[in-house]
Nanobody, 121 residues
Framework: QVQLVESGGGLVQTGGSLRLSCAAS????????MGWYRQAPGKQRELVAT???????NYADSVKDRFTISRDNAKKSVYLQMNSLKPEDTAVYYC???????????????WGQGTQVTVSS
């Protein structure tokens, strides 16, 4: 019913930049908070950044002042601009969206399939 499709991952050198994109599709009535999470090998999935539907943002301390989250409600999309990348940013990045489907009253979280970001030293 809902798909979150990510793009933009890849291999970059330390100090480089990448921009991740995530587009939601399906029978979506309302998109609430959207965000990005990441999971490095052997570690738990962690929050990177979130953005509400009115534009309020929240960042993990480790990415503040380097990453910027934004969204385009008309395109049902969320983006993550990542600058000054470090090797410790290497992980699979997952898009998350809290949303309400048509003809339902509840909201649920949906996840993308993940996109690999690798930062070489």
């Amino acid at each position: 019913q809902v798909q979150l499709v990510e793009s933009g991952g890849g291999l970059v050198q330390t100090g480089g930049s990448l921009r991740l994109s995530c587009a939601a599709s399906g029978r979506i009535f309302k998109l609430n908070t959207m965000g990005w999470y990441r999971q490095a090998p052997g570690k738990q999935r962690e929050l990177v950044a979130t953005i509400t539907n009115d534009g309020s943002t929240n960042y993990a301390d480790s990415v503040k002042d380097r990453f910027t989250i934004s969204r385009d409600n008309a395109k049902k999309s969320v983006y993550l601009q990542m600058n000054s990348l470090k090797p410790e940013d290497t992980a699979v990045y997952y898009c998350n969206a809290n949303l309400q489907l048509f003809f339902t009253l509840s909201t649920n979280d949906y996840w993308g399939q993940g996109t690999q970001v690798t930062v070489s030293s």
